[in-house]
Nanobody
Framework: QAQLVESGGGWVQPGGSLRLSCAAS????????MGWYRQAPGKLRELVAG???????NYADSVKGRCAISSDNAKNTMYMQKTSLKPEDAAVYSC?????????WGQGTPVTVSS
C-alpha cells in the first residue's frame, strides 16, 4: 500500500518561511482531496489547507494569505509553502490523501517557530 512521508519541517524564526513536502510512495487511485493538517500540543488537529481533484484550494482563516498548497502529480508529491510564520503556527504538520478506498496519513513533521 502507498505511504505518505512528510519533510521540510524544522525550526524557523518568526516571519520566516518554509516549504513542507508530502511524498507518496506507491500509487493512490481516484484521489478526490488532499490536505495539510496540524496539531499543536493540547489542541485539536485542524485543517490548514486543502486541495481537491479539480485543483480548488481552501485555507484556514488563520493562514490565508500566508500559505499555498500545491501538488505535482508527476512526482506524487504535495507541497505547502508557508510564509510570515508566527509562533502560533508551531505544530506537527501531517498530510492526508483521501480516496474512495481509504484515507492515507503521513507520520507528521514538526515545525517550531521561535526566536
Amino acid at each position: 500500500q502507498a505511504q505518505l512521508v512528510e519533510s521540510g519541517g524544522g525550526w524557523v524564526q518568526p516571519g520566516g518561511s518554509l516549504r513542507l513536502s508530502c511524498a507518496a510512495s506507491g500509487r493512490i487511485d481516484s484521489i478526490y482531496a488532499m490536505g495539510w493538517y496540524r496539531q499543536a500540543p493540547g489542541k485539536l488537529r485542524e485543517l490548514v489547507a486543502g486541495i481537491d481533484s479539480g485543483g480548488d484550494t481552501n485555507y484556514a482563516d488563520s493562514v490565508k494569505g500566508r500559505c499555498a498548497i500545491s501538488s505535482d502529480n508527476a512526482k506524487n508529491t504535495m507541497y505547502m509553502q508557508k510564509t510570515s510564520l508566527k509562533p502560533e503556527d508551531a505544530a506537527v504538520y501531517s498530510c492526508d490523501v483521501d480516496s474512495p478506498q481509504r484515507d492515507y496519513w503521513g507520520q507528521g513533521t514538526p515545525v517550531t517557530v521561535s526566536s
